[in-house]
């Protein structure tokens, strides 16, 4: 009643009360022998007027006698001012709690729209946490080595999923077509479909012009025709596969490129123009993957952009290590990573672990456009030599081993055919 009109009840003597029915009350009272008799029943408000809730008192006893004594208007008075305050304590941590749920499906919100923003990067905002926490509860479980006193509490751990979830925030200022280039050729669309086209003419005008040839010689040879055509099909098919960027490139290859690149076409206008221009040089002799120099520096610049991004927030206190965590996983043991070029002893632990998490996933996914995805025995020998040429850090590394981090991850999120170890 109380609840439901806002208004508080007082009520010296249940047994002589008609208003409310007390009979459960009362029944309590014969199974239990206690006596139930006064009643305070007072409404709790909050900032808005709203009822959350209600506080009821019951049997106040005289300090001398211990007998029951009835709420007097003064008792009504101080129970209603501290209704009042248990309100407000209420809400204040309910909406510390509402808060909290707010900002984590906020940064879930935008750790899942830069995995949607490509799908060659697929998950890998939502898959890193997993590993970083796998990772985390594994240094805690751990008893030997360097880090065999250093543990996570549930603050940290808290601090590093956040962390974990923003670690690539910057890569909503990346372009999409530089974060897609699944080919070296690729930019809103793949080139290699402009170069077939000019192959096509040069098809064009060689027929063209054996036909022109036959006319005034009828015996004229199609062997050189041919000739000329399967030269031409060996060619594109030679760009097509270098495109991929699948692939080392060597300078032979990158040679015959250039060689290429100097056959002529015509377009409509009957301009002679070079079979391929420099930029389309400069692409198909990327020597490794599909970027180029210039390309590898606006990827690599999302975490620049993950640090001033994070660095502007005004994170409370048991996050502020955020930008930290989250914007040193690119860094190196040795100080020869980006963007700070800072040493192991100038990250922490968590930072460290970050950049660990993310090579992992980097190495087993399967949803990037340049790669197959690594077997885990393929990815554990290259964070190992990555950890002797000083890019991870070996103990967090080895600590990832030991447990089998890899397995409990490998089991829930890689396909069979990757799980080569156990």
């Known amino acids: 009643y109380a609840a439901l009109t806002g208004t508080t009840i007082n009520i010296p003597n249940i047994r002589s009360n008609s208003e409310f029915d007390f009979s459960g009350t009362l029944r309590y009272d ?6 139930s008799q006064s009643f305070l029943t007072v409404p709790m408000r909050d900032h808005e007027d709203e009822i959350i809730g209600v506080l009821q008192l019951i049997n106040p006893t005289d300090k001398q006698s211990n007998n029951i004594l009835a709420f007097s208007d003064e008792d009504q008075q101080l129970v209603e001012s501290l209704a009042s305050q248990a309100a407000v304590a209420i809400t204040n941590q309910r909406l510390i709690g509402e808060l909290k749920h707010l900002m984590e499906k906020f940064i879930e919100v935008i750790a899942t729209a830069i995995d949607d923003k490509s799908p060659y990067t697929g998950y890998h905002c939502r898959r890193v946490p997993e590993i970083a926490m796998l990772l985390a509860d594994a240094i805690n479980a751990n008893k030997a080595g360097p880090l065999a006193d250093f543990k996570l509490d549930d603050k940290q751990r808290y601090e590093l999923k956040i962390a974990a979830l923003l670690h690539d ?23 290699i479909e402009l170069i077939e086209s000019r192959y096509e003419i040069l098809r064009r005008d060689i027929e063209i012009a054996h036909l ?15 000739q000329q055509l399967q030269q031409l099909d060996d060619e594109f098919e030679f760009l097509k596969k270098a495109n991929k960027g699948t692939e080392f490139m060597p300078e032979t290859a990158a040679q015959r490129v250039k060689e290429i690149s100097r056959r002529t076409w015509q377009n409509s206008q009957g301009e002679s123009r070079p079979l391929l221009n420099n930029e389309e040089i400069d692409n198909l002799t990327i020597a490794k993957g599909t970027l180029l120099n210039t390309e590898r520096q606006i990827i690599n610049h999302h975490i620049t952009m993950t640090i001033n991004m994070l660095e502007a927030l005004p994170f409370p206190k048991h996050l502020s290590n955020v930008p930290e965590i989250a914007g040193n996983h690119h860094e190196r043991m040795d100080g020869k990573g980006y963007p700070r070029g800072l040493t192991r002893e100038e990250m922490s632990v968590q930072a460290r672990l970050m950049g660990i998490a993310d090579i992992f996933d980097a190495l087993t996914a399967s949803d990037r456009p340049y790669k197959k995805p690594m077997s885990l025995s393929q990815a554990l020998k290259i964070l190992a030599s990555m950890a002797e040429e000083g890019h991870v850090d070996p103990d967090l590394l080895e600590i990832f081993v030991q447990q089998k981090v890899y397995l409990r991850y490998a089991e829930k999120n890689l396909h069979p055919d990757q799980i080569d170890l156990h």
């Open 169 to 191: 925030c910057g890569k909503i200022t990346t372009p999409v077509h530089v974060v897609d280039k699944a080919t070296k050729l690729e930019t809103i669309f793949d080139r």
């Open 30 to 35: 014969q199974q239990s022998g206690y006596c």
């Open 212 to 226: 022109k040839q036959q006319l005034k010689d009828s015996n004229h040879s199609n062997d050189a025709l041919q």
